[in-house]
């Protein structure tokens, strides 16, 4: 091996020999020490800038300033210090952008758990506050940590998202996006965290297997036009579901279009399944000699209406194409309010959204009798009425993959509530096209992306806390309709510039806006503020 070359006398650095031998503990700072009172990474920036060489930019994706820093970090920064320094090597202009993701759920739930708060009983500018410090405490602790692994970057230019100009900047690409409309608001099932009280992104969700109850249900017919050829007394069509707790805001019964479904006799009773699942419905549930009296299509079951099993509405028999024969009974139970394909499915046949679960995970007085339990309370108390009733055809547990909340890692439901959405489909395209425009290594990490953004459904933005950048959003108090245009991003966008986002928590819609604003729908001249959080 040839010896090494010396780039001290570039730099014009006093030449420093470091002997390689024990208390490397003592060295690596002393090693740092020096780096830092020379200057030594301004000074390699500086000259390559100066020379006019290419540039090779690293925008580091900023960590949560929210912990010490973990083995996660360490990779992270390590294997691009490494990319960093071969590029200087190599003739470039190479800087290392830092920088902390300092809003958002992680530093809340860090905050609260840490110091002791109950974020419902302090003010949201307090609350903001404590959130603030401690972002800035972690921060710093993380760049001081990082720097201890050998890592060089412009420390003194590190981007924080709280920082006003930061956060004017977002508001201003908000606005934007809002002019290209790519902003909207809808009423959609969505992810919802009961623990944190929010609406989530579907990439914010993770699976892991979970322990829950698997029952059959019965849902009776009471009323099917002759068309099941037996009558409907003593004829159930049904279900399979493992969340019991949605049976209150059950709407309808879903069955495939195309799929043959057979009318069984079993011990004196008729009950309608998918005829290719009947095998593995009989095993389940221990029928001896089933026998099948009549078939139909999915299609030819569409009108029939079955009765609810706890409440005195009828649950309809409606055709769904998400309906599949991997399991169950080829008979969906639909609950508009906490599905995303029951509630697309509602819309179609015009159902209501029925959510009777409150944002901590409660049920409503829409359920009813349930009103005040949990969600897991209302699974026992569900089963226990449907047994009563005599409706529950089996009842055991299963475990399986379901989606589990990113950060606190408890178990998510979808809850249909009105939320700000970003709508992929305005951009997708846009974005295909970059992503080929990148080189990618290894190749397939390519493709991997690309169907991620092909298949990314519109992305929910709104979020339920007090911890970062507000939705710029106001709403007219005469009509009731939401206000968004370039004067408004503007007055927002200046604001938060000088004052940062917490003035729009201090200050009333009527300092913010421009003076004598008057809402574009009804002329009305009095405004709120929206409530959520921009993910």
């Known amino acids: 091996m040839g010896q090494a070359k010396d780039y001290s006398s570039t730099l014009n650095l006093p030449r420093t020999d470091f002997p390689m031998k024990a208390d490397l503990p003592q060295r690596e700072p ?14 390699v920036q500086e000259k390559a800038r100066s020379a006019g060489r290419p540039k090779f930019i690293l925008h580091d994706g900023p960590p949560y300033a929210n912990v010490h820093i973990h083995i996660g970090h360490a990779l992270n920064k390590i294997l691009k210090d490494i990319v960093i320094k071969y590029r200087s090597l190599r003739g470039y202009y190479a800087p290392m952008v830092h920088g902390w993701d300092t809003h958002g759920l992680p530093i809340e739930q860090r905050v609260i758990k840490d110091l002791g708060l109950n974020r419902a009983e302090i003010p949201p500018v307090e609350f903001r506050r404590r959130c603030r410090d401690y972002a800035l405490k972690y921060a710093a602790i993380q760049r001081d940590e990082i720097k201890r692994l050998g890592v060089w970057g412009n420390w003194e230019e590190s981007y924080l998202t709280l920082a006003p100009e930061y956060e004017a900047r977002q508001i ?4 934007e996006m809002a002019r290209k ?3 909207y608001r809808g009423l959609k099932s969505v992810y919802w965290c009961v623990v944190c009280e929010t609406a989530l992104a579907e990439a914010e969700i993770e699976y892991a297997d979970r322990v829950s109850p698997s029952i059959y249900v019965r849902f009776p017919v009471r009323e099917d036009g002759g068309r099941l050829g037996v009558g409907p007394a003593r004829t159930s069509f049904l279900i399979w579901t493992t969340t019991p707790w949605t049976i209150p805001a059950n709407l309808a019964v879903a069955v495939h279009p195309d799929f043959t479904y057979a009318v069984v006799e079993v011990e004196g009773e008729y009950l309608v399944v998918a005829r290719d699942l009947l095998p593995e419905v009989a095993r389940a549930l221990g029928w ?3 026998q099948v009296r009549n078939t139909l299509t999915g299609r030819q079951l569409e009108g029939v209406r079955c009765r609810h099993p706890l409440f005195e509405r009828d649950s309809p028999v409606v055709l769904g194409e998400h309906v599949t024969l991997d399991q169950g009974t080829g008979c969906v139970h639909t609950a508009p309010g906490h599905g995303e394909e029951d509630f697309l499915l509602g819309e179609a046949y015009g159902l209501p959204v029925l959510c009777p679960v409150s944002a901590d995970g409660r049920f409503t007085a829409e359920a009813g009798k349930y009103a005040g339990l949990t969600l897991r309370e209302g699974d026992e108390a569900v089963m226990r009425d449907l047994a009563a009733g005599g409706y529950l055809a089996k009842r055991e547990e299963i475990t399986h993959s379901y989606p589990h909340c990113w950060r606190c890692k408890n178990p998510v439901i979808f809850r249909a509530t009105e939320q700000w959405f970003a709508s992929v489909e305005g951009f997708r395209q846009k974005a295909l096209e970059a992503i080929h425009q990148v080189r990618w290594y290894p190749p397939w990490g390519e493709e991997r992306i690309k169907n991620m953004v092909a298949e ?10 007090v911890w970062g950048v507000p939705i710029p959003i106001f709403y007219c108090e005469d009509c009731g309709r939401s206000v968004l245009d370039e004067r408004t991003v503007a007055a927002v966008r200046d604001l938060f510039a000088r ?5 729009w928590f201090i200050r009333p819609a009527e300092e913010i806006l421009p003076p004598g604003y008057r809402c574009s729908h009804c002329g009305g001249g009095t405004f709120r503020k929206e409530t959520d959080i921009m993910d």
Do not use: H, M
Not at 30 to 43: A, M, N, S
Not at 172 to 175: A, D, M, Q, R
Not at 499 to 503: Q, V, Y
């Open 456 to 465: 990314r459904r519109d992305w929910c933005i709104s979020r339920q806390r």
């Open 181 to 183: 409309g790519y902003i």
């Open 30 to 43: 002393e090693v740092q020490r020096f780096w830092e009172e020379r200057g030594i990474y301004r000074r």
């Open 499 to 503: 004052e940062g986002s917490d003035a």
């Open 172 to 175: 201003e690409v908000f606005g």
């Open 288 to 290: 001896r000699a089933p």
